[in-house]
């Protein structure tokens, strides 16, 4: 068939901008949200693609719509969660999936701890208390404090390492949970979600998101985080069950919430915004021009490499690169 071997790429939906113009100075690409008809275009185009750009979480990659693409050989995704893309079908299909990783692991700390003060410090509420000319008639109220605090890293990956990196500078003792004990890292480890929330005075969730990690802080682990506990979320929306942290920052089972992810982005509950002892972010976590552009960088380097018939750079770990001849 006429253009089989193309390395043409298809994106499925909108990007940052500068993820699509980036694609499209090195190889063909297709915007397939521009088209008239996006099924008629993947009815005539989908047999010959090879390749597609994820522009991260917000549009679903699953095998359903990978099945549409029978020459598929990879998917390059903007991010470096990828658990909007069926990884496991993609591996068992010989498709290779590629993510960003490493390229925004200190830019999404630095948000980490950025956040982190401005819960517990009510830097927002501070500043729109001065803003609304408050200070001329009161001090602004005593706030809690990062002093001798405890930090719980849930996901000490990557981003959890530099977020413990930094938090240490802090003068802040970490600890941390995640599948299993690391033996390279000094922190303490704990095997239980619940018992490290009742240990430590600030949780820190940095791990996947995905169905194994999904609504891991429920009722329980907010009862267990305790009443001088902050919950601070950089990760991904589904690991919190946002109707129990509502009901938590409401009761004051815990002090306070500081979030840049939620589970329905971009919309965020009204009543976590009506919340005063929640500090919200939209997502900003990668989002400076010099990360997101690595981040961009990161997914064309890849389509390259693949385009040329060379391992691609940074495969998710289900679905090792096996060359093209490895379908
Ligand atoms: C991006 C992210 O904002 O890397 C990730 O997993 O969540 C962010 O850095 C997101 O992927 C853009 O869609």
Sequence with gaps: MEGLK???????????????????ERLPLHRLWLEADPDAWLA??????????????????????MRRLPQLEIVASFGVGYEHIDAEWAGEHGVVVTHTPGVLDDEVADIAMALTIMTVRRLPQAERFLRAG??????????????????????????????????????????????????????????????????????MIAAPGG????????????????????????????????????????????????????????????????????????HVGSASVKTRRAMAECVVDNLVAWSKGKPPLTPVPETPWRGVWGR
């Design 44 to 65: 005539n185009w989908g047999s010959r693609l090879r390749a597609l750009a994820s522009n991260g979480h917000q549009f679903p990659i699953d095998a359903g719509f």
């Design 134 to 203: 408050e200070w001329a008639k009161s001090s602004f109220p005593l706030t809690a404090s990062l002093r001798g605090r405890i930090m719980g890293i849930l996901g000490l990956g990557r981003i959890g390492k530099a977020i413990a990196r930094r938090a240490e500078r802090f003068g802040l003792e970490i600890v941390y949970h995640g599948r299993r004990a690391q033996p390279d890292v000094p922190y303490r480890f704990y095997p239980s979600l619940t018992e490290m929330a009742k240990a430590c005075d600030i949780l």
């Design 211 to 282: 169905p194994e990690t999904r609504r891991l802080v429920g009722a329980e682990v907010l009862g267990a985080l305790g009443p001088d506990g902050v919950l601070i979320n950089i990760a991904r929306g589904t690991l919190v069950d946002e109707q129990a942290l509502i009901e938590a920052l409401r009761t004051g089972t815990i002090l306070a919430a500081g979030f840049d992810v939620y589970e329905n982005e971009p919309n965020v509950p009204a009543e976590l915004i009506a919340l005063d002892n929640a500090v919200l972010l939209p």
């Design 6 to 24: 193309r390395p043409d790429v298809m994106m499925p939906s909108r990007g940052m901008g500068v993820v699509d113009d980036l694609i499209a």
